[in-house]
């Protein structure tokens, strides 16, 4: 029997079933979706850098733009919001974004991500169209 070639909307939909049911998610934007859920300020594993929500956002945009997964090769994210990348084998996980640990640091990014935030929702209120 051939095998059908899955359009790519098909594949995508296939892999957001699949990252449901098993936490393996083809795209670090699917895994951020899971671990923000869980965690709203993370660090960079290997350096340490601070990443908020919104940076996190755009860093995983560009990045499942630019380096697309092989077949086998899936991030996950734990139950704290870390979020890794395994490469054909779970437990060969090489973890990314770690969560920033609670502390003054972390308080004062999360006030001025809110602070954002609220601006954000003023201006959309101020433009959005008049029903």
Known sequence: MEEKTLTPQEQNREWAEE???T???HYLTQALALAASRCQVWRLAET???FTLLEMFNFAKKYDEEH???????FRTTVEGAIGLCL???YQTHWLFTPMEPGEERDALLKELQTKIDAMEMLYDQIKPKA
């Open 23 to 25: 936490g393996h998610c």
């Open 68 to 74: 697309p997964l092989k077949d086998g090769e899936f």
């Open 88 to 90: 054909q084998v779970e």
């Open 48 to 50: 340490g850098d601070v």
């Open 19 to 21: 990252a449901f049911w």
